[in-house]
């Protein structure tokens, strides 16, 4: 798990959830599964959630690992073949179903994009996306929330630009 997924790992854990992380089905990963229990200790949300963030990203999400401008179709084919890995494989869908049930949401968190035009492919199959900067905003701001040695370094890491 790298940092960016320990950070969002965290932020979900500071709202009350329960998280499992780094999932490995296979060849392939699940980032975290977040589940949050109500008051009757019933599951009140569950989330299945991939976190791809790069502060300057070289390429597309999914399809072709190559760097060059693509169209309009060819980002929409990539960011299907994404979702389809991460989120619709049947090998997949079958552990999260068995581990918290077939009620879930899928969230899609990143950071910069190579293009933009992919948030409403992942938007229009369901996939609520976040930016990992919102998620970095309000950790910044409320402190008192990240009570956890690791979350109180994740905000003082995200203040030390502030010295400046």
Known sequence: ???IENIVANWF???GYFLIKNLKVGVNEIDILAIK???EQKVDDSIHIEVQCSS???GYIGGSKSAKKRSASEIKLGVMTYIDKKFNKKKIKNV????IGNKYRKMFICGRLKDESTIKYFEKNGIEVMRVWQIFKEIKVN???YKTGEGNRYHQLLHLNDQN
């Open 1 to 3: 798990m790298d940092i």
């Open 13 to 15: 854990n500071s709202k």
């Open 37 to 39: 229990l109500n008051n």
């Open 56 to 58: 300057k990203p070289i």
């Open 96 to 99: 999260i179903e068995k581990l």
């Open 143 to 145: 402190k008192e929330e």
